[in-house]
C-alpha cells in the first residue's frame, strides 16, 4: 500500500519546473567539486517531525491530515514504518534518525517499550536492508516523560538515573541492530532551573559518568558509533549546560572526552544562543569537532525554537562553506530537524518542506563551492592578516618575540596605519555568489 499514491518518486527537473514534486536545484548524482551532491550533502529524515508531529500549538487541536493511524499504537507504529520508508525512497533521502519514543510506544513498562522496539527494528531492519537507506544516528528521548522533569543524567534522583541508563543502553543496542553511523546526545533536560536548590558541578559530573559508560558499553559491544552532543541555551530548561558549542567543547575537553565525542549542530540552536549557524560550525571545526548538522531555521521575529525548513539561501551557503572547509560531514549528515507549519497540514506538505530543504541546501552547496574555487574568503583574509606574513607580523607567528622586543619595536613605529575593511563591498560581492 502506498501513502502517497499521487505521487512518483521526486526527481531533479530543473529550476524552470512547473511541477511541485520535483527537485529544481538538487541533483543527487551532480557532481559538485569533483564529489556527487548527496555525498556532500548526506540528507537525513526525522523520525519524530515527520512521523509524530500532529500540528497542535498551545492554542490549538491536532490539524495535521495523517493516513497512518491503526487501532492500537503499535499498529500505527508498524504503519508509520511503510510509510517513512516511503517518504525517503520519494525523496531519495538516504539517511534517517530517530528517538527511541518516536518509532515504538512505551507501553506500561520500560520491558514492553523494550519488546515494541525490538519489534519495529526488525521491520525497520526489513526495510534497510531491501532499500539500501541507513542509519545516521538514533538517540533516546530523556526529556519528555514526567520522570524526566529534574533531568535525566542530571536529575537528583537515582532511579531516574538508572532509568536513563537503561534507554541508553538499548539505544546503542539499537545502533549496533541497525548499523548506525553516530549516536546522539541531546540533553533535553540536562540543566536547571534555579540554582538556589541545583548543585551544578555534582549534575555535570553524573553527566559525564553516563558519556563514560556509553563509551564503555559501545567497546563492550564491539560496536563504535561516531558520539554526538547537540548543544542548545535553552528550552525546555532556563540554563541548558551544553549552551553551544564552545561550551559544550568546554564539558568534552574537562571530562577528557575528546576522542569519542564530536558536535552535532543545529542552526536554530545557533541562533537561539545569540549566534549564526556558521558561527557554531566555525567554532566546532576549531577543535577539530564538527560532527553532523541538524538543518532548520529559526525565525529572527520569534524567540523559541520553531524549527522551520530551511529556505534562507544566504545561512545554508555559508553553513556548507563550513562543510567544505571541513572535508566534508561525514560519518555525519544533514538531518532535517524542521517541521511544517501549522498551515501545511497535508500528507503531500512532508514531500514539499524536505523539497525545499533540500534544494535550498543544494543552492548553498554550489555557491559555496564556487566562493571555494575562486578563493572569495580566502583572498580577503589573506589580505586581512597580511602584516602577519612579513617582518614583525612573521616574528610573532613565528614565536621569536617577548614583550621587550615588541616594545622596542613599537617605540620605532608608533604611528600606526590601518587599512578599511571594505565590508560593505564584499558583502555586495557575496550577493552575487547567492543567485
Ligand atoms: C530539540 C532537538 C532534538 C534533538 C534530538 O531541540 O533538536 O530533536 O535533535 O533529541
Ligand atoms: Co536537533
Known sequence: MSYFPEVEKINYEGPETKNMFAFRHYNAEEEVMGKKMKDHLRFAIAYWHTMTQDGSDPFGDPINQRTWFGKTPMETAKNRVEAFFEICQKLGAEYFCFHDVDI??????????????????????????????????????????????????????????????AQIKKGLDLSKKLGGENYVFWGGREGYESLLNTNMGFEQDNIARMFKMAIAYGEKIGHKPQFLLEPKPKEPTKHQYDFDAATAMAFIQKYGLEGDFKLNLEANHATLAGHTFEHELNVARQYDALGSMDANQGDVLLGWD??????????TTLAMYEVLENGGIAPGGINFDAKVRRSSFEMEDLLLAHIAGMDTYARGLKAAAKLKEEHFFDDIKEKRYATFNEGIGKKIVDNEVNLESLTEYALAHDDVQLESSHLEYIKNCLNDYLV
Open 104 to 165: 515504538a510506544p512505551q507501553g506500561d513498562s520500560l520491558q514492553e517499550f523494550y519488546d515494541n522496539l525490538d519489534e519495529i527494528t526488525d521491520l525497520i531492519k526489513e526495510k534497510m536492508d531491501q532499500t539500501g537507506i541507513k542509519l545516521l544516528w538514533n538517540t533516546a528521548n530523556m526529556f519528555s516523560h514526567p520522570r524526566f522533569t529534574n533531568g535525566a543524567a542530571s536529575t537528583n534522583n537515582a532511579d531516574v538515573f538508572a532509568y536513563a541508563a
Open 306 to 315: 520553531t524549527d522551520e525548513f530551511p529556505t534562507n539561501i544566504f545561512d
